[in-house]
């Protein structure tokens, strides 16, 4: 008995070498991973039966009490048997791979430890077969209950059946004196070399589901450390700007020497190797991008070749292409270059493609935010392009009137109304319009109002120095001195007041318009800005207006406040970021046409 266990010992090292070997395959870590399909069962069968086939050949052959020599065994005496390590991989695949793996695994091995011969065959065959159906059912039955395959419950499993071929050699094999013998012989050994053996088999499978999964791990937070960078490039669409900080994002986080974006008709950026001749702005180089972009397919190349670019010299010699969708149309493509064939492992292959799945979802995100981004500017345009009908038939009357008593000042109004359309029309089209340019417009409207009304109200203007040319939306401030005109003192026997401030504080333009009428109930002021109310004199359009617009133009930056005090007068305050660049994302001065 002693004498054998290093022989054991010499064959479990065999197994677990091979064991060890297989596990740096990576077609052997997935077969051995994911959900087995029937032709990953059938590879497992294959395989956990080869084991135990090495087993057998493998093997020491005991005559009596004699144990013969380490050597490949092709036959045995009829009198011998033989002390091996079969039941270990069947055990292990039979609890892997479950019933099917290990019958077939079992059918594998028995049978070929029948053909070997020897006055155990008969028996040991059996008990192959008997462990690879009982691995297989508890191997099923824990993974049903929600728990793993440890590798205590495998060695459990693994001697447990070992044990049960000593029984079934002592109960079949004949005469049973030998029999006897040789489980006194081998017994011991085997059950103890069996188990250290499937403990460390399965602690390499282990190991390599637990790398396998730490990989895994570090390419998802890569993927979302780079999908956290890049989200603010892709949220402009794919522009030469945000596709050349996109490329150089992945670059440094990724191990491609070189990083490309297409949209369907050029090269939008390309940063690392081969910058000189991949230039943007240009057509894509290489003939496998023109493939993508006409297949829509991934494409990898791992030799120059392959690339088919037009420059002799470039230094690119492998690369994987992936499309770029937006609602399944070709938009462009995303590409990865390595200047060694060998860093393309299947590792940066996945990492490209989830990269490239998810710049497409971000694509199309971006491009449903542009289509509600122009819904609202089309909501806020219609609502800047309200004009009262009423304003203009009685400044056209007013003006007629004048023709015939005063000629010239009905030639000043006429100029004055068509400056106050002429800034409606401009503001119409304009998100944004320079502050003196808002104020011309009021001033002309208040030229035509105080005409009908000439000792109704004075308006004082208050206006901070050197801040005329800040942009604001327009219509902000006419509807507001409207406001104050006809309904703050709509009765009133005494002259009005209304004063309109304009003054920056802490990087915020603040406009105040307050007035010394009649005020606004205590019950409305809540609503004003937020709803449209129902009133004799007034539904608050213009106010509501004026607050969504602000709510739509400056993602809840502006501000608009009232204060009111009944029969003392109102004091509506609008508070607008002076710095409108971080607000819209983009060059404001585009917004104002001259």
């Not at 070399?193 to 602690?203: Q, S």
């Not at 060998?342 to 995100?365: C, I, P, Y």
């Not at 503001?427 to 000439?454: C, D, H, W």
Request: charged fraction near 20%.
């Amino acid at each position: 008995m002693l004498n054998l266990a290093p022989l054991m010992l010499e064959k479990v090292g065999i197994i677990v070498i091979v064991a060890f070997l297989l596990a740096q395959m990576r077609s052997f870590r997935q077969v051995i991973q994911n959900k087995h399909s029937t032709n990953e069962k059938v590879m497992l069968i294959l395989l956990f039966g080869t084991f135990g086939i090495i087993s057998n050949y493998t093997g020491i052959e005991v005559h009596h009490h004699t144990i013969g020599r380490a050597e490949w065994l092709s036959e045995m005496n009829q009198e011998s048997a033989l002390a091996n390590t079969r039941v270990m991989g069947i055990v292990i695949g039979g609890l892997l791979g479950g019933p099917a793996v290990g019958i077939g695994a079992g059918l594998i091995a028995g049978i070929h430890r029948y053909t070997l011969g020897g006055f155990t065959a008969l028996s040991c065959a059996l008990s192959t077969i008997l462990a690879g159906i009982v691995a297989g059912y508890f191997g099923k039955k824990r993974k049903q209950k929600g728990k793993q395959i440890t590798p205590a419950f495998a060695v459990i499993m693994g001697m447990v059946l070992e044990a049960v071929q000593m029984l079934i050699i002592l109960i079949t094999a004949k005469p049973f004196s030998h029999a006897w013998e040789l489980v006194q012989l081998i017994g011991f050994p085997m059950i103890f070399g069996n188990g250290l053996g499937t403990l460390l088999f399965m602690l390499i499978i282990q190991i390599m589901k637990r790398d396998e999964e730490r990989a895994r791990a570090n390419q998802t937070n890569q993927a979302f450390l780079i999908a956290d960078q890049t989200l603010p490039y892709f949220r402009q669409g794919l522009t030469i700007h945000s596709c050349k900080e996109i490329s150089e994002i992945i670059l440094e986080l990724t191990n491609a020497d070189a990083v490309s974006i297409t949209d369907d008709q050029q090269v939008l950026a390309h940063v690392g190797a081969a910058s000189d001749h991949h230039v943007p702005k240009t057509k894509p180089e290489t003939g496998l991008t023109r493939r993508v972009l006409d297949s829509g397919k991934i494409s990898l190349a791992r030799t120059k070749q392959e690339i088919s670019c037009i420059h002799s010299q470039c230094p690119l010699e492998a690369a994987i292409v992936l499309p770029l969708k937006v609602k399944n149309n070709i938009y462009g493509t995303f590409k990865m270059y390595y200047t060694e064939p060998e860093k393309l492992d299947k590792v940066q292959q996945e990492l490209a493609e989830g990269l490239a799945n998810l710049f497409s979802t971000q694509l199309e995100l971006a491009e449903a935010e542009r289509q509600t981004k122009l819904l609202k500017d089309a909501e806020i345009k219609a609502l800047q392009a309200q004009i009262h009908p009423h304003f203009l038939f009685n400044s056209l009357n007013t003006i007629s009137a004048l023709c015939r008593t005063d000629a010239d000042k009905a030639r000043k109004l006429l100029l004055e109304l068509s400056s106050f359309f002429r800034g409606n029309l401009q503001g119409a089209r304009q998100m944004l319009i320079p502050l003196e340019k808002e104020l011309a417009n009021v001033k002309a409207y208040l030229s035509l109002e105080q005409t009908r009304f000439p000792n109704k109200y004075t308006i004082d203007f208050q206006i901070e120095p050197e801040l005329e040319k800040v942009l604001i939306p327009p219509f902000i401030l006419q509807p507001l001195v409207e406001n104050a005109i006809h309904y703050g003192f709509p009765q009133s026997k005494s002259q009005g007041q209304i004063t309109v401030t304009i003054f920056s504080k802490k990087n915020l333009l603040q406009i105040i318009v307050a007035d010394n009428g009649k005020g606004i109930p205590e019950g409305q002021i809540e609503v004003l800005g937020n709803q449209v109310v129902d009133s004799k004199k007034g539904n608050g359009t213009a106010i509501f207006n004026i607050s969504e617009r602000l709510k739509g133009i400056y993602n809840g930056q502006a501000s608009l406040m009232l204060k009111s005090k009944v029969n003392r007068g109102a004091a509506i305050t609008i508070s607008i970021p002076l710095d409108s660049k971080g607000v819209f994302d983009q060059d404001v001065e585009g917004l104002y046409i001259g």
